[in-house]
């Protein structure tokens, strides 16, 4: 480190912020130095309460000393090993652990670096599965409107969130969408899933005769739409997308890179609803945010496929530098213990109703038009400001930080996703902060 180092940059204009009004924050930038447990601590000393576990990731909470030791070990024992064609340990151990919490018969980890490169490998997988098993007429890709999968080109081709589509070109060939399932008139202020809306699923029956069933490869959705602004599943959605990929042998997978990990008191979102993808792509909770990591997790069935053929032969051409860093690894180790030690996975299940009555609290509020929630998941929506859609929500995000809660808004969307360690003390702080704020603003 030169001596010249200085700990507090002075000049803010050499990092182009991702997914930030870059001009707005270095005009009055939101800095963070610090994090332990439930809050942040800001270059000007003030505690912020953490509502988001950062970005939808820190479900242990910040700091929490077996991650800390796990990832200070590993850095000074084995920094970097080759991912291709050799090994280490705790790669192995992480993904047999990841397989024991994981639904039966997901036994196969592939690992990557975050939830973008887990939608590419699973989107690649799917295809090279069809192919593998002399079925390479399946190329096709179903997403959904309002869903979100990253930002690389597969990722944002089966992805419906238009901003981050419309400046990108043509996008992936041979893509389709399902309709999201937001029915307001129908379903507002619905306390968990909604009663309407399992027909939205039937679209799959159309588009799978539109494009004939033999050219659909695979169906990509969030469980739980997060990013988008919390989409919950109506009752007996997901239940019959399922039955429909069956019926036409396309491939499922879940994108719970938000679901995973206890987000819903479940070890994933497939358990809370009791229904079996054939993939799943995690990233986020799987290290607490700690360092990136991402894994998809694979049916044996699809892994089995591909291991066929001269032993000696990659059966996969695909990877990162990265897959299974040691020191990701240790850190989704340290992560998993935290989980396991301090019953994790499962205690938004023992939250959620306490959550959802705070949340709901706030129906007769000022600018509310929505609520939803399910696992330790809410979302309040406001009704957008005539002609300046997004500037009621961030105007509430700015009152909730300066009043030390952090909150994010997607559009006019409120959206809460807490760590898991949260107290029903501090969910009472964070609820009774967004009912102040949603007073105060216009
Ligand atoms: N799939 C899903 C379902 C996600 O929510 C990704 C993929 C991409 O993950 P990476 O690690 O490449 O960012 C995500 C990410 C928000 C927010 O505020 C959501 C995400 C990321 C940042 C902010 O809703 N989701």
Redesign the pocket.
Known sequence: MPDTYDPAPNDLSSFWMP?TANRQFKENPRMLVGAKDMHYDTIEGHKILDG?AG???VNAGHARPKIVKAVQDQVAELDYAPAFQMGHPKAFELANRIASIAPEGMNHVFYT???????ETALKTALAYHKVRGDAGRTRLIGRER??????FG?ISVGGIVANRKMFGTLLSGVDHLPHTHLPEQNAFTKGQPDHGAHLADDLERIAQLHDPSTIAAVII?PV?????VLIPPKGYLERVREICDKYGFLLIF?????GFGRLGSPFAADFFGVKPDMM?T??GLTSGVI?M?AVIVSDEIHDAFMHGPEHLIEFFHGYTYSGNPVAAAAGLGTLETYADEGLLTRAASLADYWQEKLHSLADHPHVIDIRNIGLIGAVELQPIEGAPTRRAFSAFLKAFERGYMI???GDIV?L?PPLIISTEQIDELINCLGEVLREID
Do not use: M, Q
């Not at 869903?147 to 690389?152: F, L, Q």
């Not at 994108?255 to 679901?259: A, G, P, R, W």
């Open positions: 997914f988001t970005l939808w990731c670096n975050s939830g973008s490169e887990s939608v869903g979100y999968h990253g930002v690389n990722g969030e739409a997060g990013s988008t602004g994108d719970e890179v938000i679901t792509t990233a986020k990136p991402g994010r808004t997607t959206a996703s």
